[in-house]
């Protein structure tokens, strides 16, 4: 693995840190307060091939690799971890599984639309009693001629009041558990599709998270995503892409907050100079700036071998989110901590970051899950 950016992904880079900065940085502190997030960003994105960064361009994508994916996450997340988020969830979470384990048709249909930033997607797979547990998923589909009948609940659903079209993991065999599971591309507009409510959350709050209710909602035949009884295997391994989606926001949230402590250090006066003379506020930063580069490198690693075609790549997914997460909770609150009482006044943005912050220990699998399956793969070798 070559740790220097090539001229691909430093393009990339330079575009996406532009972008972040001009188009997604004056809209971010409005967006937080108003729990809005500017649909126009996608298109914007899209035309940019941010909406689809490693999915081929024959399907509307960008052509790039998956360690451009995760530096175009961690550029928008450093100024907006919603916009950041959005971008994931839609790339990770429901343009991958389409481009894995999708027909060609599945894919000129709904990928090229999302890929390209027409619409957004979502993943719908956490219920109110399958979080961890995944293989509890409830929500039921019954074949009935030639559709899909779909019935149940989804909830906590990054882009769900948003999206266009969802891949959505039910049970097609209650009796077979987990390996009773499939997974379906259902479109927004297909009745009995619902967006029952949107959450109001500490952090992320741009980002729309939502609960789905699928009533005798009916798609066709042909909208099942992969082979009956591979919903489990597609969810999981969703998951690890998405991880390394989760790291790379959490790596930009993390160094957000320390650009954000470092300008402020330069410029707060205080005993006659400026706090960036003390050891104590150095310090502060020499443990962030060292922290977020090796957050930043796992995550590089982990997105290298999903580029590699590595058949397994969970265990350092799950390292590299474990880390960065946690590395995101410190950067954060050192960073309102370098600010002082203007830390915790939303006249600064660090206080934005450190709410933000919080969500990347929890979604595609929280720290406690990381460990488990950082701990298996370990006692399993």
Same mark, same amino acid.
């Given at each position: 693995?070559?740790?220097? !950016? ?8 330079? $575009? ?8 997604? *940085?004056? !809209? ?7 729990? $809005? ?27 790039? &690799?998956?360690?451009? +994916? ?17 971008? %994931?969830?839609?790339? %990770? ?16 249909? +709904?990928?090229?639309? !999302? ?37 149940? $609940? ?11 079209? @969802? ?19 259902? /479109?927004? &507009? ?25 009533? &005798? ?7 099942? !995503?992969?082979? /009956? ?20 926001? @959490? ?41 977020? #580069? ?36 410190? *950067? ?13 006044? #939303? ?5 934005? +970051? +450190?709410? &933000? *912050? ?16 950082? %701990? ?6």
């Amino acid at each position: 693995m070559n740790f220097e !950016l090539d001229d691909v992904q430093t393009l990339v880079r330079d $575009t996406a840190r532009r972008f972040a900065q001009e188009e997604v *940085a004056p !809209l971010a502190a409005e967006m937080d307060k108003t729990a $809005t997030f500017r649909m126009e960003l996608v298109k914007q994105m899209g035309e940019l091939g941010f909406m689809g960064v490693a999915i081929p361009e024959q399907y509307g994508g960008g052509g790039m &690799d998956y360690r451009c +994916y995760s530096i175009v996450v961690e550029e928008l997340s450093a100024v907006c971890a919603s916009t950041g988020v959005v971008v %994931s969830a839609h790339s %990770s979470l429901c343009c991958d599984p389409i481009y894995r384990f999708g027909t060609e048709e599945q894919k000129k249909k +709904y990928l090229v639309p !999302l890929a390209s930033g027409q619409m957004l997607g979502c993943l719908g797979l956490t219920e109110p009693q399958a979080g961890t547990d995944a293989g509890a998923v409830r929500t039921t589909a019954v074949l009935d001629g030639d559709e899909w009948v779909l019935n149940g $609940t989804k909830i906590f659903i990054t882009n769900g009041g948003q999206a266009g079209v @969802a891949v959505v993991i039910a049970s097609t065999d209650r009796s077979a558990k987990h390996r009773g599971l499939s997974a379906f591309i259902v /479109p927004a &507009d297909a009745p009995g599709y619902k967006v029952a409510k949107e959450e109001h959350k500490l952090g992320i709050r741009a980002s729309s998270t939502a609960e789905l209710v699928f009533e &005798d909602c009916r798609i066709p035949k042909e909208n099942l !995503l992969g082979r /009956p009884g591979e919903g489990f295997k597609i969810a999981m391994q969703t998951l690890d892409g998405g991880r390394i989606g989760i790291a790379s926001q @959490a790596v930009g949230i993390a160094r957000g907050a320390m650009e954000q402590a470092i300008a402020y250090a330069k410029e707060r006066q205080q005993f006659g100079q400026p706090i960036a003379n003390f050891q104590a506020i150095q310090w502060k930063l020499a443990d962030m700036a060292t922290e977020i #580069d090796a957050a930043r490198l796992l995550t590089w690693r982990a997105a290298w071998m999903k580029d590699q075609g590595f058949k397994n790549y969970s265990r350092e997914a799950a390292m590299a989110k474990l880390f960065a997460s946690d590395v995101a909770m410190k *950067a954060t609150r050192e960073a309102v901590q370098v600010f002082g009482g203007y830390g915790y006044i #939303d006249e600064y943005p660090v206080e934005r +970051y +450190y709410r &933000d *912050a919080k969500i990347t220990e929890i979604y595609e699998g929280t720290s406690e899950v990381q460990r488990m399956v950082i %701990s298996r793969a370990l006692l399993r070798d």
